[in-house]
């Protein structure tokens, strides 16, 4: 079993930043992939970023790219996601998820996701 709990979350002005993180427990966060997803009131579960398990695979959605980074840090059981130039567009619950099947490929649709954390409000003003 695996708890996700996100942070970093927050009202933000058009153009400004936030680094959202992920903080896993368990023992074998270094084996999942992690992903990043978001949902806007009225909207669907949205794809936003996803990295591998060693960080060496990493997708983003169209919208985010040249914006989003997203990072991990298997010591610290932590996955990250930098947002910069921010939009109202962006404003948004953003959850993190983690893949347990240790497949070699990074799942960007988020049934195949196996955890979920609680999520954490962004809000970007214009």
């Known amino acids: 079993q695996v708890q996700l709990v996100e942070s970093g979350g927050g009202l933000v002005q058009t153009g400004g930043s936030l680094r959202l993180s992920c903080a896993a427990s368990?023992?074998?966060?270094?084996?999942?992939?992690m992903g990043w997803f978001r949902q806007a009131p009225g909207k669907e579960r949205e794809f936003v970023a996803a990295?591998?398990?060693?960080?060496?695979?990493?997708y983003y959605t169209y919208s985010v790219k040249g914006r989003f980074t997203i990072s991990r840090n298997n010591d610290k059981n932590t996955v990250y996601l930098q947002m910069n130039s921010l939009k109202p567009d962006d404003t948004a619950v953003y959850y993190c998820?983690?893949?347990?099947?240790?497949?070699?490929?990074?799942?960007?649709?988020?049934?195949?996701?196996?955890?979920w954390g609680q999520g954490t409000q962004v809000t970007v003003s214009s």
């Open positions: 998820a983690a893949d347990d099947s240790s497949s070699p490929l990074v799942p960007v649709g988020a049934p195949e996701y196996d955890y």
């Open positions: 368990g023992r074998s966060f270094s084996s999942y992939n």
């Open positions: 990295i591998s398990w060693n960080g060496g695979i990493i």
